[in-house]
């Protein structure tokens, strides 16, 4: 009975988590719109989510803390969005070569005032849609200053694209493997494109910048 409630007041804590409220801050605020029991029920679903062995959420959680344990060696705090992108960067690469992270396409978010990167995963496993599909749903609900989309991918080196569908570059034998970077700021005035080739043995990745990437790149996908 108390299912949507509880699904809205845990997405409403994980809301306040990006934006780096401390926890009297965001009680007061779940106060306003949720009673005590529904509060509590969210915040031990979102706590089993993340250690039931069940739970569908828990493997990624682990990858997550683990890419962003290994980044706190080298983590540098968030002033503008210039070092929000850079630390995207950074941090996604530490992805890219854990074995488990790599597969992972995640959606790094800026929110001003909040020293660190908040980090939302695209655990949707629909083989005929691209991670890109949900971008839109993640930055429009949790309303970020800026984002910054990483992922895997496949580009072809002889591409006609409009003769392909999703799915088809990665089945090229023609096509490289490359981690591709794309964001904005909430005012749609600081677009980011970033494209690396990958190069070496999984683990050890390098990363070569591919030269004019995302050039003018426009898509209905990105928000």
Same mark, same amino acid.
């Given at each position: ?96 070569? /854990? ?6 396409? !995640?959606?790094? @978010?800026?929110?001003? $005032? &909040?020293? +660190?990167? %908040?980090?939302? *995963? ?45 799915? /088809? ?6 096509? !490289?493997?490359? @981690?591709?970077?794309? $964001? &904005?700021? +909430?005012? %749609?005035?600081? *677009? ?32």
């Amino acid at each position: 009975m108390n299912k949507d409630k509880v699904v809205a007041c845990a997405n409403e804590v994980q809301n306040h988590m990006f934006r780096g409220l401390d926890a009297d801050e965001s009680r007061e605020i779940l106060e306003k719109s949720f009673d005590k029991d529904t509060i509590m029920m969210a915040m031990e679903m979102i706590k089993q989510a993340r250690i039931h062995d069940d739970s569908p959420y828990k493997q990624v959680s682990e990858i997550i803390t683990r890419c962003m344990g290994e980044l706190g060696k080298q983590e540098e705090d968030i002033v503008d969005v210039d070092s929000f992108y850079k630390l995207a960067e950074k941090a996604y690469k530490v992805f890219m070569n /854990d074995k488990e992270g790599r597969a992972i396409p !995640v959606v790094f @978010m800026y929110i001003k $005032g &909040n020293k +660190k990167l %908040g980090v939302c *995963p695209i655990t949707e496993g629909d083989p005929n849609k691209s991670p890109m599909d949900y971008l839109k749903q993640v930055v429009y609900t949790a309303k970020p200053d800026a984002y910054c989309f990483c992922a895997e991918a496949s580009m072809s080196k002889d591409l006609e694209k409009s003769q392909y569908k999703y799915g /088809d570059i990665q089945n090229d034998p023609d096509s !490289v493997d490359v @981690m591709v970077m794309t $964001g &904005n700021e +909430k005012n %749609g005035n600081s *677009p980011f494109n970033k494209g690396f080739e990958l190069v070496g043995k999984e683990g050890k990745l390098k990363f070569k910048e591919i030269k004019d990437y995302g050039e003018n790149m426009e898509s209905d996908k990105t928000p």
